[in-house]
């Protein structure tokens, strides 16, 4: 059974930087695509980052494009999300998602705007973007 823990949240001030890791336990995460989602409060939940089981397919969104960074490290089996010039609108509550065999620009695409093939999720770490 797959298990995901987020870390990294925190107060940061507009502008600033801060960089989520996502440790998988329990099974190998090369075996899974991994997709960041957020929720702002009284928002929806937002696919804002997705990357493929073998890292060559990476998805964002166009509201962290340009900004964050997603990369994978399968020998420390973590997925990490380097987020830059963060603003106000960036807060929320972030979430990792597993799903497998997600292979592929399109299907990296879908998992992060259809949540398609995500069969685990972390409890997600707060962010606060506030001066």
């Known amino acids: 059974q797959l298990q995901l823990v987020e870390s990294g949240g925190g107060l940061v001030q507009p502008g600033g930087s801060l960089r989520l890791s996502c440790v998988g336990s329990?099974?190998?995460?090369?075996?899974?695509?991994i997709g960041w989602f957020r929720q702002a409060p009284g928002k929806e939940r937002e696919g804002i980052s997705c990357?493929?089981?073998?890292?060559?397919?990476?998805y964002y969104a166009d509201s962290v494009k340009g900004r964050f960074a997603v990369s994978r490290d399968n020998a420390e089996n973590t997925v990490y999300l380097q987020m830059n010039s963060l603003k106000p609108e960036d807060t929320g509550s972030y979430y990792c998602?597993?799903?497998?065999?997600?292979?592929?620009?399109?299907?990296?695409?879908?998992?992060?705007?259809?949540?398609?093939?995500?069969?685990?999720w972390g409890n997600g770490t707060l962010i606060t973007v506030s001066s």
């Open positions: 998602a597993a799903g497998p065999l997600i292979i592929g620009p399109p299907v990296v695409q879908h998992m992060c705007v259809a949540n398609y093939g995500v069969n685990y």
């Open positions: 329990g099974v190998s995460l090369d075996l899974y695509g």
């Open positions: 990357i493929s089981s073998d890292g060559d397919s990476i």
